[in-house]
């Protein structure tokens, strides 16, 4: 495979911290540019990101003494230098919209954390395992920004990562009607240690801000279809969350209830579940689970302590599936935020692209 040179935009934060761990021994993707805001840029990487680093395995040596550069003042410079950019920035949705869209213009192609794109409808916002097919509509934006190469493609938000590939297959088989999803997320999703966020510990708040929406709209886009140049959103399932944010450090866990057109058996669901794969399985990308949907059998698990790392943190783990009585199933599913929701997921997608030839 082709090595890229790539850049982290958002380099210091906490997504982008866990870019630079999973990139720094990447087979494909090899750093070249480190950045984040005038209040970084001109430190060495370790300066910058002080007693910040929120990661259990230590800082790459190899990234330890690059020099952080300011990823807007220097925009031109560093998108001739890489081959394409991650991003995950914490900034005003407006300046993110306007920052993906100027690196794109530079023919630097953008692949996304941050929510500020997702339902602009040209650009594609992709599960690997579940929508690949919706990157073709990269063609389609770059001919509106007027680019050759330059192209925005984002992920999805944390909370639907446990719960949306869980329903995916299910959806296809027996027309998914309605989904009711409770989510219990994780610090990290909020950028947050037990450290700078003591006031989390033996507590829990019943609110974070612009979850539900996501949570209940993100999953229509992903299960949408290309019509006209434009992702149009499904109309069904009707999906309603409420969104939690708990004491755990990684590792968002969601309760989930589920309609069908058609009731399967549990048997059916199981089944469906182990042989899910998608094309990273069929293409065995880098960053791929081999086996995407993890089923225990044990009434106590997924934990979010003992089943969040799960093949690398990109599995999702599901248990405790039986009947309702109001719907006609339920479960409770688990994938870990900041890598399958997050820097992971984001890796996954470029490995998806690289592989699909888009940033040649
Ligand atoms: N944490 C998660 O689990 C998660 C999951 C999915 C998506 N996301 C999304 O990913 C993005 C980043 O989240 P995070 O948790 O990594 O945030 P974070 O830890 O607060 O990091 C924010 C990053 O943005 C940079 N930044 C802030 N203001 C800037 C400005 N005015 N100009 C240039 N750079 C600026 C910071 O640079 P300095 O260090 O120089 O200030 C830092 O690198 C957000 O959009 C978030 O919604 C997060």
């Known amino acids: 495979m082709k090595q890229y040179n790539v850049g982290i935009l958002g380099a210091t934060g906490m997504v982008g911290q866990r870019f630079a761990t999973l990139l720094a021994e990447h087979p494909w993707f090899r750093v070249k540019v480190l950045a984040a805001s005038p209040r970084s840029a001109g430190k060495t990487y370790e300066e910058a ?3 910040r680093w929120a990661m259990t395995v230590p800082m790459p040596e190899s990234l330890k003494g690059m020099v952080v550069r300011d990823l807007n003042a220097e925009k031109e410079a560093i998108a001739s230098e890489v081959d394409f950019v991650f991003c995950a920035v914490d900034m005003k949705k407006d300046e993110i919209r306007a920052l993906e869209e100027s690196y794109a213009k ?48 984002v992920k999805s938000n944390c909370s639907i990562q446990s719960y949306v590939p869980a329903l995916h297959p299910l959806r296809e088989a027996f027309g998914l009607t309605k989904v009711l999803a409770c989510t ?22 019943p609110f974070i801000g612009g979850e539900e ?78 086996q995407f949907i993890h089923y225990f059998e044990e009434d ?21 599936l039986r009947e309702d009585t109001q719907y006609d199933y339920k479960f409770v599913c688990l994938s870990h935020n900041t890598l399958r929701g997050a820097a992971g997921g984001g890796v996954l997608l470029a490995e998806l692209l690289a592989a699909k030839g888009y940033f040649d």
Not at 136 to 151: D, P, S, Y
Not at 190 to 204: H, Y
Not at 300 to 320: H, I, T, W
């Open 49 to 51: 990101v002080g007693s």
């Open 213 to 290: 929406e996501k949570s209940e709209q993100e999953p229509l886009k992903v299960w949408g279809t290309i019509e006209n140049g434009e992702i149009v959103k499904a109309t069904v399932p009707s999906i309603t969350t409420q969104c939690l944010r708990v004491p755990v450090s990684d590792g968002h866990t969601a309760a989930v209830f589920a309609s069908f057109e058609k009731k399967p058996t549990k048997e059916q669901i199981l089944e469906l579940w182990q042989n899910f794969k998608g094309i990273p399985q069929e293409l065995e990308l880098p960053s791929a689970p081999k």
């Open 300 to 320: 106590n698990r997924p934990q979010a302590k003992l089943d969040r790392g799960l093949e690398g943190g990109m599995a999702v783990s599901v248990g405790r």
């Open 106 to 153: 530079l023919e630097c192609p953008v692949i996304s954390n941050n929510s500020a794109h997702r339902f602009t409808p040209d650009v594609p916002m992709v599960v690997p395992e579940l929508n690949p097919e919706h990157i073709e509509i990269i063609e389609a934006q770059r001919k509106r920004l007027g680019t050759k190469r330059g192209f925005i493609a």
């Open 184 to 205: 219990y997320q994780a610090i990290s999703g909020a950028g947050k240690t037990f450290e700078t966020w003591p006031d989390m510990v033996d507590n829990l708040i």
